[in-house]
């Protein structure tokens, strides 16, 4: 497991909010996200460490460790702890085994060593079969509602398209290539979809809904590497490019005429 990933599934684990994780470290709840899915680019570099230092002690992990690994992924290598840590562990293994002879097989040292990495392979397959994450606490956490949209985003943009030359009934199609959440709703009723990196239920990333022309509204949590295709009898239109947006997007549907509403927000500093 990357090692950001693993910092996120034991904060979920000890249902710590990342909001209020934001609240009592004071950073921008955009940059808690972007560290929870290694997108450590999108931090400003002098705050990598500070921010990463921040969250990490704020949910109760080891943070000289945790650094350690933030360093070895951003390739900033500290000699002093990568000897400490990770010294070319992949060729130390295959020497060990080709200077392994008759001779030294049953020397002390070399057997300690083995014994004490096969022990702790065990305990480390131990831990992540035990340490699993319910279908349900990753849906809370993906969740995005109107009142979060209130109290941590405000609008960046609004923008108000024609749909030409569309034929009733619409297939609205869907389709994201990273983890993600979906809210579709009218006036009386409302569904919700959920994209995991882990394909948790073998779940598809792709899926399609039927437009009748009524009022309708989608809330989608990202929209980076995302999909938006309207299809009819008579016409295909792509509108993928029109909703990119690292924050949540809003998309209000309407006839007479038709029209797509493009809502996209930015967290609030």
Sequence with gaps: MIFYNKYKKFRIEN????KDVSKRTKIDLKYLQAIERGKFAEIPPVYV??????YISEIGVDIDEALLELDSFLNQKNNAKSLKFVPDEGMKKSNLFKKINSEN???STVFIGITSFLLILMLSFSLNSNSNISQKDL???LRITKSDLIEFYSIRSEEVLSIDDISIPVTIRF????????????????KEFFIFDENMGNQSNTFTEQWNGEEKSFLIANTVEYE???????????FS???IN?????????????TITIKKYLPKN
């Design 15 to 18: 249902n710590i909010d990342l």
């Design 49 to 54: 460490k500070l921010f990463f230092k921040a």
């Design 105 to 107: 097989l049953f020397n």
């Design 139 to 141: 849906e809370n956490e």
């Design 175 to 190: 389709k994201s290539n990273i983890e993600n959440y979906i809210n579709l709703y009218d006036n009386f009723s409302g």
């Design 228 to 238: 938006l295709i309207f299809f009819s009898d008579n016409s295909y239109q792509d």
């Design 241 to 243: 490019k029109n909703i």
């Design 246 to 258: 690292d924050f949540p997007v809003e998309i209000i549907l309407k006839s007479n005429p038709f």
